[in-house]
């Protein structure tokens, strides 16, 4: 029995010692991965507010990012979507202005802080708030966002959530005893979470009279028009939807069915992806919104790369609705693998080694070109778990490409194999001690 008991120990030992130095690599790069996504940037100084014509005809409506950033494509979408449309006032607000994090290194300046909008609608509450995920999500650090939900829906204003920004307004008590959806891969945490709200799996988006809640990233692309169309009517949804070139305005999407575990395409990429591109994606002036979030969240949520944002200078841009983004270094910054060039900028003079990629040189919705790219220079599988983790409907995606990532995929092979060799040798060497 002793012999037996010994036998089994030596065997559960071997294959610890083979799986260890994978398991442990994989863990430290799925943190890394993750916590890249939302990095702050370096300390810079913060530019002046620019003026910000106010209509008091007009509704307000306003994006909400945490003092620790947001979702980019959950901000930027929404503000884009309500911005085209001419008929809102539209302001993005913190608790501060100051730069916000918005996932995959691309700072935004907030056009107000809390305080700023009290001035600007005299202690009135906004028509729209839309809340995009959160990464410090009960954290005390969300405290001073929750309260201020609160305090907007006490005073009347409408909720919009993106995704797990349903999870925010649930940790602020404004979703208790209502229907209410968010993200298909987080969506049972929340159910366990906040037992309170009646969650909803397989829509789009949940209408519960002044909150709406959408589900996937995405998705809050169909929510924002929903609330477009009940505030501004049909015809000017349907006519921002078509100008941002969204075809599914009024059709019925699939949904994600909900799911407890990445795509093995993820974890691989999380995992033994050890030395990921460092792709500098490019900020210039007049950049739409919708263009700079689809290549931002395109290569974060693919988790095969890093991006950080550069601009010719050094300095800050305006994008197309006037938003204010700060880089955080020049193209000319060293260590670049590549540079992605979002939108209709052209002529780009990069450094020595790189040539400019610019993403939207076909027409269509930014999402699919974006994904369309990432296919092309990654790999088919990487790009469908992109396209599955947006909730990006594919049929305007070409995906074309190597089917898989071998690369990172036989790095743990071989670790494993090494591992064995190792334990086989360690084991002979024993065995002829012992003889």
Not at 292 to 302: E, K, N, R
Not at 344 to 358: D, S
Not at 397 to 409: I, K, S
Request: aromatic letters at 6%; proline letters at 9%.
């Amino acid at each position: 029995m002793r012999t037996v008991l010994k036998r089994v120990t030596l065997v559960l030992a071997a294959v610890a010692a083979v799986l260890v130095v994978p398991a442990v690599g994989a863990t430290v790069s799925a943190l890394a991965a993750f916590d890249a996504l939302y990095a702050p940037g370096p300390s810079r100084p913060v530019p002046a507010a620019a003026p910000i014509p106010h209509d008091p005809a007009k509704p307000t409506a306003v994006v909400v990012v945490g003092d620790h950033g947001a979702v980019v494509s959950d901000a930027l979408a929404p503000y884009e979507i309500l911005a085209a449309t001419g008929r809102f006032n539209v302001y993005t607000v913190a608790p501060h202005r100051e730069p916000k994090p918005l996932t995959g290194g691309l700072d935004l300046v907030p056009d107000l802080s809390f305080d700023d909008l009290a001035a600007k609608l005299g202690q009135a509450a906004p028509d729209l708030v839309v809340v995009p995920a959160l990464p410090d999500l009960g954290e005390p650090s969300t405290d001073v966002v929750t309260a201020w939900l609160r305090t907007q829906a006490a005073h009347g204003a409408k909720l919009l959530s993106v995704c797990n920004g349903g999870a925010v307004l649930a940790s602020a008590g404004l979703l208790d005893g209502r229907p209410a959806t968010a993200h298909w891969l987080k969506v049972e945490d929340w159910a366990t979470a906040y037992p309170a709200v009646h969650w909803v799996r397989g829509q789009r988006f949940v209408d519960d009279g002044n909150v709406v809640t959408t589900a996937g990233i995405l998705s809050g692309i169909d929510g924002t028009l929903h609330w477009v169309e009940r505030l501004a009517g049909p015809a000017v949804a349907a006519d921002t939807a078509a100008a941002i070139g969204w075809r599914h305005y009024g059709t019925a999407v699939p949904v994600t069915p909900p799911a407890s575990m990445p795509d093995a395409a993820a974890i691989v990429n999380a995992g033994f992806r050890w030395n990921p591109d460092e792709i500098g994606v490019l900020l210039a002036n007049g950049v739409g919104e919708l263009e700079l979030a689809s290549v931002f969240d395109t290569q974060g949520q693919s988790l095969s790369s890093r991006t950080v944002a550069v601009s010719t200078d050094g300095g800050p841009i305006r994008s197309r609705h006037g938003l204010t983004f700060l880089p955080r270094a020049s193209v000319t910054a060293p260590g670049l693998d590549r540079l992605l060039v979002p939108g209709a900028t052209r002529g780009v003079t990069p450094p020595p080694g790189l040539t400019p990629e610019y993403v939207h040189d076909r027409p269509g919705f930014a999402y699919d070109t974006a994904v369309s790219g990432l296919s092309r220079r990654t790999d088919v599988a990487t790009a469908r778990w992109t396209a599955k983790v947006l909730e990006l409907p594919t049929d305007g995606v070409v995906f074309e490409g190597r089917a898989w990532p071998w690369l990172p995929t036989a790095l743990p092979v071989a670790l494993i194999l090494l591992g064995v060799a190792a334990v086989v040798v360690a084991g002979r060497i024993r065995r002829r001690r012992r003889g």
